[in-house]
């Protein structure tokens, strides 16, 4: 007697995106990161070899999340027509803004991956790819053409230039990790100083701007 066929469950089809999105859910809601790759699958009824055909490890996939952020960043920028014809210390007042935009979005993650779990500087080694990308953004885009004051700048210096930036930005990411202000408003008005002090070294007036940058940081350290 001819029988029907059990019909297969179809197999869901993951992405990237969704198994980061899981990863960070998990991270918020048990104040832990998952023990391994194993346990995290388990969870969510996703099969180990999916998770690696995006991920090699968790580490990885640490990694890749702050990659999606600073893609996000590009994207948003991107949009803006006039962005090529900006100058090339508002191309890093826009990269900042832009990029302070999106991690406030995932503050909360942030928060725990570089503060919260204890760490320390550990927590940088999931910074490494979101580096390559920034610097890389650095020399390509906000100082691709010679300027005015950027052009005093040898090409030579192009990675000390980039890692300045770098340093700049991940000191802006601690004030701003620290910052209770409403709507993070001193974060940005240390953006838009720290930046004009960086453009005016390469200028004219150094100590005033310096003084000037001195003055706001004193001045939140002591409140």
């Keep these: 007697m001819a029988t029907t066929k059990t019909p297969k469950t179809k197999k869901k ?31 969510h009824d996703i099969e180990e070899s999916d ?14 999340i702050w990659v999606k952020f600073f893609e ?5 920028i991107e949009k803006e027509p006039a962005f090529e014809t900006y100058s090339d210390k508002n191309k890093l007042l826009t990269l900042y803004f832009t990029l302070f935009e ?12 570089l ?6 500087l550990k927590n940088l080694r999931s910074m490494a790819t979101f580096r390559n990308h920034f610097k890389e953004y650095i020399i ?37 990790m620290d910052d209770a202000s409403k709507g993070f408003e001193k974060t940005d008005v240390l953006i838009e100083k720290s930046v004009n002090t960086v453009v005016d070294l390469l200028d004219t ?19």
């Design 205 to 223: 007036k150094p100590l005033e701007s310096l003084f000037d940058l001195g003055k706001f940081l004193w001045k939140e350290k002591m409140r």
């Design 140 to 176: 390509t885009t906000v100082k691709s053409q010679t300027s005015e004051q950027f052009g005093k700048v040898a090409k030579v210096t192009e990675p000390v230039f980039s890692e300045g930036a770098w340093i700049q930005f991940l000191f802006l990411l601690k004030f701003w």
């Design 51 to 64: 998770f690696y055909s995006f991920f090699g490890s968790l580490d990885a996939l640490k990694k890749d």
């Design 102 to 113: 999106i991690l406030t979005l995932n503050r909360s993650y942030i928060l725990f991956s």
């Design 13 to 43: 089809q993951w992405n990237d995106l969704e198994i980061v999105s899981l990863y960070m859910n998990d991270v918020l809601e048990m104040n832990d990161a998952p023990k391994n790759v194993y346990v995290f699958c388990k969870k």
């Design 115 to 120: 503060k919260e779990n204890k760490e320390g």
């Design 72 to 76: 996000n960043a590009k994207v948003t």
